[in-house]
C-alpha cells in the first residue's frame, strides 16, 4: 500500500470517528439522519442507497434517507421484516454481500418497478445495537465489489455502529419525553404540556387576527363514582372520557387532562360562537354515552364547561386560564351539564 493511499484511509478513519462523536451528539432523529445522509457519501463510493428505520410497532421497515433516487418516489413504501433484503437483513441482523443481484430472487423489484431504478448489486448491513436492529443501511449497484469490501466497508461498519447507538439513544429520549408529557390515566397531554402549547400558540396569534378559545372541563360528580366504584373505576371514567371527547374533537384543536377530573381544551383560530358550538357538540356526546360497561351498573355523566377567548377575555396564558377556570365553576356550583361563556 503505497503511502498516499495509507494515509488518505487513515483520513478516512478519522473522518469516521469525528461523524462517530457527531451522531452521538444530539438525540434528534431528524439531525441524525441528516448527519448520515450528508457523510455516508464522504466515505463511501457510492452514489445510490437508503436507509430504513424498522418501526416498533408495525414491524414494518420505511425508506427514511434515499440518495440516487426521488425520495417521493419510495416515502409510501414498507418492507416487513423478512421481506427482501433489507427485510432479511433486519431479521437476522445479520449482512448480506450480493455481487450479482440480476436473478436473486430474494430482491424485492417492488422499488425498481416504482423508480425505474435497476438492481444489479446489493450490500446491505444492519443497525443493531444492545442485539437490537434498528433499521438497515443499503447500497445499490457498487461497480468493484471486492475493493468496497478491503476499503470501504470497515468504514460503513463503524459508521452503522455510530448510527444505531445513536438512534436508540433518540428513541429512549423520545419515551422518556413523551412520559413527562403524557397523563397516566388518559394517555392525553398533561398539563405541562398544555402550558407550553398554550404559550407557543398565544405567541403565534400575536400580532394576527385569529382567536384562541381555552375551555375548561370538569366532570359532574365525579366523587359519587370513586365512592361507589372505587379508585381504580374512577381511573377508567377518565380515561373513557377522554376517548369520548377526542374522538367528537377535530384534529387541529388540542386536547390536554389538566388535573383529578379536569380537561382542558385549546380552539386555535376560532370565534367564540363556534368554540361553543363544538363544545355543545362534545357535551351531547358525554350525555349520551354510558361508562365502565363492564360494571353491573354503567355510568351516565354530565360535565361542567367554561370557555375563554384570546384576546377578548384574558390577554395572558395565566389570565385566560383563570378566566376559562371560573366561568366552569361558575356553572359548577350552579346548575352543572352546560357550558358559560363571557357576555
Not at 416515502?75 to 433489507?86: C, K, P, R, W
Request: aromatic content about 8%; glycine content about 6%.
Amino acid at each position: 500500500m503505497t503511502k498516499k493511499k495509507n494515509e488518505a484511509i487513515i483520513k478516512k478513519f478519522q473522518s469516521c470517528h469525528e461523524i462517530g462523536k457527531l451522531l452521538t451528539s444530539t438525540l434528534d432523529l431528524n439531525e441524525i439522519l441528516d448527519h448520515i445522509m450528508l457523510k455516508v457519501g464522504d466515505l463511501v463510493e457510492a452514489q445510490n442507497w437508503s436507509l430504513l428505520l424498522l418501526d416498533e410497532k408495525t414491524n414494518q421497515l420505511e425508506f427514511k434517507v434515499v440518495v440516487g433516487i426521488k425520495k417521493e418516489l419510495v416515502s409510501d413504501i414498507s418492507i416487513g421484516l423478512g421481506e427482501g433484503i433489507v427485510g432479511i437483513v433486519a431479521k437476522t441482523g445479520q449482512p448480506v454481500f450480493i455481487e450479482d443481484a440480476t436473478n436473486d430472487p430474494r430482491v424485492l423489484r417492488a422499488v425498481d418497478h416504482r423508480t425505474g431504478f435497476s438492481t444489479r448489486s446489493i450490500v446491505c448491513l444492519p443497525l443493531t445495537t444492545h442485539s437490537r436492529t434498528f433499521g438497515v443501511i443499503e447500497i445499490v449497484n457498487i461497480e468493484d465489489m471486492h475493493r468496497f469490501r478491503q476499503e470501504y466497508l470497515p468504514l460503513l461498519e463503524i459508521l452503522a455502529d455510530y448510527a444505531a447507538i445513536a438512534i436508540e439513544n433518540s428513541q429512549y429520549f423520545s419515551k422518556i419525553k413523551n412520559l413527562t408529557y403524557t397523563d397516566e390515566y388518559t394517555g392525553l397531554p398533561n398539563a405541562r404540556y398544555m402550558h407550553e402549547q398554550l404559550e407557543r400558540i398565544i405567541k403565534q396569534s400575536d400580532g394576527s387576527k385569529e382567536k384562541i378559545a381555552v375551555v375548561f372541563m370538569d366532570i359532574d360528580n365525579f366523587k359519587y363514582v370513586v365512592d361507589t366504584y372505587g379508585h381504580l373505576a374512577g381511573s377508567k371514567v377518565l380515561f373513557e372520557v377522554g376517548q369520548v371527547i377526542r374522538a367528537n374533537l377535530p384534529n387541529e384543536h388540542l386536547l390536554c387532562k389538566y388535573g383529578g377530573d379536569e380537561f382542558v381544551i385549546i380552539y386555535v383560530d376560532i370565534d367564540q360562537r363556534k368554540a361553543v358550538s363544538y363544545t355543545e357538540y362534545i357535551l351531547s356526546a358525554i350525555r349520551a354515552s354510558s361508562f365502565l360497561l363492564t360494571e353491573n351498573h354503567p355510568v351516565k355523566l354530565t360535565a361542567s364547561f367554561g370557555i375563554a377567548m384570546y384576546p377578548d377575555d384574558a390577554k395572558t396564558k395565566k389570565d385566560l386560564l383563570l378566566r376559562a377556570d371560573h366561568l366552569m365553576y361558575s356553572v359548577k356550583k350552579t346548575t352543572k351539564n352546560s357550558i358559560a361563556v363571557s357576555a
